[in-house]
């Protein structure tokens, strides 16, 4: 079974700058989440999609964030324009069911290193 | 507020000595509780995860991991590290309906 697949896996930019990041979750899945990861500290949910409607984007700075899952498969996260603070990995995840509940384990792809100069 | 603790950044050990990882949230109900392993390069695999019954839940690659309520915490154990366990490990809860983490713990492995 194929993973879940980000790209770029690297992108080096300057503030102001834009820039987007695409991800491919496993094939039925139903559930993507996006989640932002500062060095040193732990994965933050940004937002999350069930099919192709979102769910929960409370975390998500929406004046210059935003994500969309066209057709409930592929998802993109664009961040426009980008801060020095926005540096981080951005990690996409999938999962089958409906929540994050305990029996819907999310998958996670290997993320996008963003470096924003 | 509702957090995830993970006391200690790094953690260093020699290879074949055991490990212990500690974990300690703040929740009020039962919580549902995992360990997540991070590789350089590569996306959290999940370890193991706790959300009812025995309290010792064991998990892939040797790992083992005791929920002890009357001290919040999840911490995680192997008792012979390899070279390969070298990663970053994170511990995560269940709050509302998102998966909330720890800033994860580094492990080191000498030999």
């Known amino acids: 079974e194929a993973g879940v697949a980000q790209s770029p896996r690297y992108k080096i930019i300057e503030k102001r700058q834009s820039v987007a990041f695409w991800c491919n979750p496993i094939?039925?899945?139903?559930?993507l989440y996006w989640y932002q990861q500062i060095l040193g500290q732990g994965p933050k949910l940004l937002i999350q999609?069930?099919?192709?409607?979102?769910?929960?984007d409370s975390q998500l700075p929406k004046d210059r964030f935003s994500a969309e899952r066209l057709k409930g498969v592929d998802s993109t996260l664009k961040i426009q324009p980008a801060k020095l603070e926005d540096s981080a990995v951005y990690l996409c995840?999938?999962?089958?069911?409906?929540?994050?509940?305990?029996?819907?384990?999310?998958?996670f792809g290997p993320g996008t290193r963003l470096t924003v100069l | 507020a509702q957090s995830v603790t993970q006391p200690d950044i790094h953690i260093t050990v020699s290879e074949g000595a055991s490990l212990e990882l500690r974990c300690n949230y703040s929740?009020?109900?039962?919580?549902?509780l995992f360990w997540y392993v991070q590789s350089p390069g590569q996306g959290l695999q999940l370890l193991l995860k706790?959300?009812?019954?025995?309290?010792l839940v064991q998990g892939i690659k040797g790992f083992e991991a005791e929920f002890k309520r009357s001290q919040s915490s999840f911490n995680l154990r192997k008792p012979s590290v390899h070279w390969s366990d070298a990663a970053e490990y994170f511990c995560?809860?269940?709050?509302?309906?998102?998966?909330?983490f720890g800033a994860g713990t580094i492990l080191r492995v000498k030999s």
């Open positions: 995840a999938s999962s089958f069911g409906r929540t994050s509940g305990p029996y819907n384990e999310q998958f």
């Open positions: 094939s039925g899945h139903a559930t």
């Open positions: 999609f069930q099919n192709n409607g979102v769910v929960d």
């Open positions: 929740y009020g109900a039962t919580p549902y």
């Open positions: 706790y959300f009812s019954g025995d309290t």
């Open positions: 995560a809860v269940i709050y509302g309906n998102k998966l909330v």
